[in-house]
């Protein structure tokens, strides 16, 4: 008999969590699991899921700010609808659903409970008390979880530095991606032509959700520079989200509304990314990048910050750069020396996309989080 699962995931966007959440919930065996979801309502996400025949639950009170109300409401939806459908298995994903997910499932006395950290909620460059508070609710909900999956190393040695569960709660499962698609051949004038992009131009492309802490500031003020020096260059800022508007009028202000492109949310993440001359991640915290191993696949160099489980990806020197978090002018001095030095972009590339083995592939990490399920339903028999 198949075991009941329930996804939880806070918001219906496609991100890297969301991507990665996607990937799970289809890649499983329909056989031995079957698969809902459940998340803030609308959005691509929930859509995606929908399509591939996946039963999916609104949470309509989810919110991503703190929101004692909606987080309280958001908690008795998810109570009642576990107890209603009596999941096996409660897999939660995010800090905001991480946290309300994990105390439901407790509460409705779930069998199983798993967490994945995608990345914390907190980082370096922001208010002590807000980093502290997170802090201690990581702790707190560790607690509620039989098992903590991480998508990179470095994160679980950041948990574990922090005090966040216990060592024999987590394993590094990494974010998989489908490498084949990523290798494909691609009409790169086409892309250029869409976006109209100079055909001569070099392309420097950055995938992410145009959220806080992602670096987009950054990469324009890098731009800036660089295109004070090198005119051939666009820049391609893949991604949507809630600071569209505000880094659209940072260009502007900047003078760079013609030089740099804004796609909104796409779906053609591999042919976009073909076109990429160099790859960038600014991120201020990052818990593996999977827009880097995206790009990696495509065999294009990278120039990264040096946070989370960036470093255990991108190999300073040898497939890619890394940087300093929140630093511009790194960005912009890196970024000049790779545009020009084609052999060097060529040699990067193709170091990276030598490192994206089956480790990285998405049954890989299908097989692994089903390992997981199987070994805590054995251990909880």
């Known amino acids: 008999m198949s075991k009941k699962v329930l996804h939880v995931h ?94 439901a499932a407790k509460i409705a006395g779930t069998p199983v409970i798993v967490h994945t950290i995608h990345g914390f909620a907190f980082h370096d460059f922001e208010k002590p008390w807000r980093r502290s508070l997170f802090i201690f609710l990581e702790r707190m909900a560790a607690g509620w979880a039989d098992s903590l999956i991480v998508i990179s190393n470095p994160l679980r040695d950041w948990g574990l530095r922090l005090k966040i569960g216990k060592a024999e709660q987590y394993t590094a499962i990494y974010s998989g991606i489908d490498i084949t698609a990523f290798q494909k051949s691609f009409d790169i004038a086409a892309v250029k032509a869409e976006f109209k992009i100079s055909a001569g131009d070099k392309v420097v492309g950055m995938t992410a959700k145009l959220w806080p802490g992602k670096g987009h500031d950054n990469a324009l003020a890098a731009a800036k520079e660089v295109l004070s020096k090198i005119a051939g260059v666009s820049f391609v ?26 796609t909104g949310f796409r779906d053609d993440i591999a042919r976009l990314t073909a076109a990429f001359d160099i790859a960038i991640l600014p991120s201020h915290f990052e ?74 592939d998405v049954n890989t990490m299908v097989e692994q989080i089903s390992r997981v399920y199987a070994d805590l339903i054995r251990q909880k028999r």
Request: glycine share 10%; charged share 25%.
């Open 10 to 103: 806070t918001l219906p966007v496609i991100s890297g969590s969301g991507i990665n959440t996607l990937l799970t919930m289809t890649g499983l065996d329909k056989n031995e699991f079957d698969v809902e979801f459940a998340c803030a309502p609308g959005g691509p996400l929930a859509g995606a899921a929908i399509k591939a025949g996946i039963t999916f639950h609104p949470i309509k009170h989810f919110r991503q700010p703190i929101d004692p109300v909606c987080d309280l409401l958001a908690l008795f939806e998810l109570v009642g609808l576990i107890r209603r459908n009596r999941y096996d298995i409660v897999h939660t994903h995010n800090s905001k659903a991480g946290f309300i997910g994990r105390l």
């Open 237 to 262: 800022f893949v991604g949507d989200g809630e600071l569209r508007s505000h880094l659209e009028q940072a260009a502007k202000k900047l003078g760079l509304e013609d030089k740099v492109i804004f």
């Open 287 to 360: 818990g593996m990048g999977r827009s880097i191993l995206e790009a990696m696949a495509c065999a294009k160099p990278i120039i990264a910050s040096r946070v989370g489980g960036i470093p255990d990806l991108v190999d300073d020197g040898i497939n890619g750069i890394l940087i300093p978090p929140n630093d511009s002018r790194a960005l912009a001095q890196n970024l000049i020396k790779l545009l020009n030095d084609e052999s060097m972009r060529r040699k990067l590339g193709a170091a990276a996309k030598e490192k994206v083995s089956v480790r990285y």
